[in-house]
């Protein structure tokens, strides 16, 4: 590569840089973690670029000051140094390195560092790294040192992926990753060898900016796909409960429907009642939906106010018996004093019912079930009870790490019972699996502070 050429492929790797910056401007917000810590690293290798470009101006002569010339070779040799250490703390975090280990690479790293500063700061007073004379960069004793700080990190990443991935095997989580830093580090190094033998080159440079391009593919755009994966699995894992709301308020329009004298005033009022309740199930149900597909939210509303324990669970029985079949039946155990009312969410609290519900349903043995309410220690309790205490052998619910609803491998029931361990969460609750009570296995729904 000739002189004349360092400032365009410079340039080129500013323009790049802008390019992305640009285009995931609008993203940083709602994107995962990775990818927002993501972004500081490529605003740093700008402005190594940008330095990095004023040098190679300088090399050409088209900036004929040797004032310049140096100050821009001390920036240029600290900040390829604080790029490269930036890189190695991202790349740490996003192979999920152990905290012990990290802490001791990063103040190796920190190491690095400070001896590059110290020799900068050195050179001012005596040339030990470079000097500058009538517009050449002439080399001197501890010119290299820079070169062994920057490339003897990119070594010991892809020593230890290479380590990482023949531990962990090629079916196991985060394959893929190490795949991306195996890449990542291995460019800058095979480019940095040309480096070392032809200073005046932005090789480099190069090596960087494709090892960011790398990791932008992996990570941004992976990302982003999963996410839209994550979407799509959310939205068919919630079409069973807005089937269900549908499916009741259908079944209660058939029936107020029927002929004048098929049913008692109360009876109609009955209806009418679960039909509004399942419609506004629906409008939460939706709004749910639009609101995490448009921001990627995690979390739920909820709006508080009186909620009549008993009614509610009254109507989430009757929705069950639209949307299963009727191989099992489930009756309801209201031990709660007349006209019981907390203050929590109606719409929530039904929510869950219904989750739990059907999972009950699903492994239970016993052809039938009970929706327990009740009080206890100033607690309210709503449990579904298997009186076999079988539960087809589930012990306890499933657990599932913080990320289920954005992994597309969890099952549909794991989606579900994450979903209700957060709306409970939200409601000052917990959901729980008793196996020591003498009325078999329950799967209890408990919500305190309720007054």
């Given at each position: 590569m000739?002189?004349?050429l360092?400032w365009v492929s410079?340039?080129?790797y500013?323009?790049i840089?802008?390019?992305?910056l640009?285009?995931e401007?609008k993203?940083?917000?709602?994107?995962?973690?990775a990818?927002?810590?993501?972004m500081p690293?490529v605003?740093l290798?700008?402005?190594?670029?940008?330095?990095?470009?004023f040098?190679?101006?300088c090399l050409?002569?088209?900036?004929?000051?040797?004032a310049?010339?140096?100050?821009?070779?001390?920036?240029?040799?600290v900040?390829?140094?604080?790029?490269?250490?930036?890189?190695l703390?991202?790349?740490?975090?996003y192979?999920?390195?152990?905290?012990r280990?990290?802490?001791?690479?990063?103040?190796?790293?920190?190491?690095q560092?400070?001896?590059?500063?110290v020799l900068?700061?050195?050179?001012?007073f005596?040339p030990?790294m470079?000097r500058i004379?009538?517009?050449e960069?002439?080399?001197?004793?501890?010119?290299?040192?820079?070169?062994?700080?920057?490339?003897s990190?990119?070594?010991?990443?892809?020593?230890?992926t290479l380590?990482?991935?023949?531990?962990?095997g090629r079916c196991?989580n985060?394959y893929?990753?190490?795949?991306?830093?195996?890449f990542?580090?291995l460019i800058?190094l095979?480019?940095?060898?040309?480096?070392?033998?032809?200073?005046?080159?932005?090789?480099?440079?190069?090596g960087?900016m494709?090892?960011?391009?790398?990791?932008?593919?992996?990570?941004?755009?992976?990302?982003r796909?999963?996410?839209?994966?994550?979407?799509?699995k959310?939205?068919?894992?919630m079409?069973?409960?807005i089937?269900t709301?549908?499916?009741m308020?259908y079944?209660?329009?058939?029936l107020?429907?029927m002929?004048?004298?098929?049913?008692?005033d109360?009876e109609r009022e009955?209806y009418?009642?679960?039909?509004?309740?399942?419609y506004?199930?629906?409008?939460?149900l939706?709004?749910?939906?639009?609101e995490?597909?448009q921001?990627?939210?995690?979390?739920?509303?909820?709006?508080?106010?009186?909620?009549?324990v008993a009614?509610?669970?009254?109507?989430t029985?009757?929705?069950?018996q639209f949307?299963?079949?009727?191989?099992?039946?489930?009756?309801?155990?209201?031990?709660?004093?007349d006209?019981?009312?907390?203050?929590s969410?109606?719409?929530?609290?039904q929510?869950?019912?219904t989750h739990?519900?059907f999972?009950?349903?699903?492994?239970?043995?016993?052809?039938e079930l009970?929706l327990?309410?009740?009080?206890?220690?100033?607690a309210?309790?709503l449990?579904?009870v298997?009186?076999?205490?079988s539960?087809?052998g589930?012990?306890?619910?499933?657990?599932?790490?913080?990320?289920?609803?954005?992994d597309?491998d969890v099952?549909?029931l794991?989606?579900?019972?994450?979903?209700?361990?957060?709306m409970?969460?939200?409601l000052?609750?917990?959901i729980?699996?008793?196996?020591?009570?003498k009325d078999?296995?329950?799967?209890?729904?408990q919500?305190?502070n309720i007054?």
């Amino acid at each position: 590569m000739t002189y004349d050429l360092y400032w365009v492929s410079v340039l080129g790797y500013i323009v790049i840089t802008l390019i992305i910056l640009i285009r995931e401007r609008k993203y940083t917000h709602h994107a995962e973690k990775a990818g927002r810590v993501f972004m500081p690293l490529v605003c740093l290798s700008l402005v190594f670029y940008v330095v990095d470009f004023f040098w190679g101006m300088c090399l050409v002569d088209a900036i004929r000051s040797d004032a310049v010339y140096f100050a821009l070779s001390a920036l240029l040799h600290v900040l390829a140094v604080v790029t490269t250490l930036s890189w190695l703390c991202y790349v740490l975090r996003y192979m999920n390195c152990p905290r012990r280990c990290r802490y001791v690479i990063q103040f190796v790293s920190a190491a690095q560092l400070l001896s590059e500063v110290v020799l900068v700061i050195a050179n001012f007073f005596s040339p030990v790294m470079y000097r500058i004379v009538d517009g050449e960069y002439v080399r001197c004793k501890y010119a290299l040192v820079t070169s062994f700080n920057v490339y003897s990190v990119f070594a010991v990443v892809l020593l230890g992926t290479l380590f990482a991935m023949m531990r962990k095997g090629r079916c196991a989580n985060g394959y893929t990753r190490c795949w991306a830093v195996l890449f990542s580090s291995l460019i800058p190094l095979l480019l940095g060898i040309m480096q070392m033998e032809y200073f005046a080159s932005s090789f480099f440079s190069m090596g960087f900016m494709l090892s960011v391009l790398i990791l932008y593919v992996f990570v941004v755009t992976a990302t982003r796909e999963k996410l839209y994966r994550s979407k799509t699995k959310f939205l068919q894992n919630m079409s069973h409960e807005i089937r269900t709301s549908l499916n009741m308020v259908y079944g209660f329009a058939q029936l107020l429907g029927m002929p004048e004298g098929s049913w008692t005033d109360e009876e109609r009022e009955k209806y009418n009642s679960y039909i509004n309740d399942n419609y506004r199930m629906l409008d939460l149900l939706l709004n749910d939906l639009i609101e995490y597909t448009q921001t990627n939210r995690k979390t739920f509303g909820v709006s508080y106010g009186p909620v009549d324990v008993a009614k509610i669970c009254d109507s989430t029985l009757q929705s069950l018996q639209f949307a299963q079949s009727k191989s099992k039946q489930v009756q309801l155990q209201n031990e709660l004093p007349d006209g019981f009312t907390i203050n929590s969410d109606a719409r929530r609290i039904q929510q869950i019912l219904t989750h739990l519900l059907f999972y009950a349903v699903q492994f239970a043995s016993s052809d039938e079930l009970l929706l327990s309410a009740k009080l206890n220690a100033g607690a309210l309790e709503l449990a579904v009870v298997d009186p076999n205490s079988s539960m087809s052998g589930m012990k306890e619910l499933p657990v599932y790490v913080k990320d289920t609803l954005n992994d597309t491998d969890v099952d549909d029931l794991g989606v579900r019972i994450e979903l209700c361990r957060r709306m409970a969460c939200l409601l000052g609750g917990c959901i729980y699996i008793d196996t020591q009570s003498k009325d078999g296995v329950r799967i209890v729904l408990q919500i305190q502070n309720i007054l």
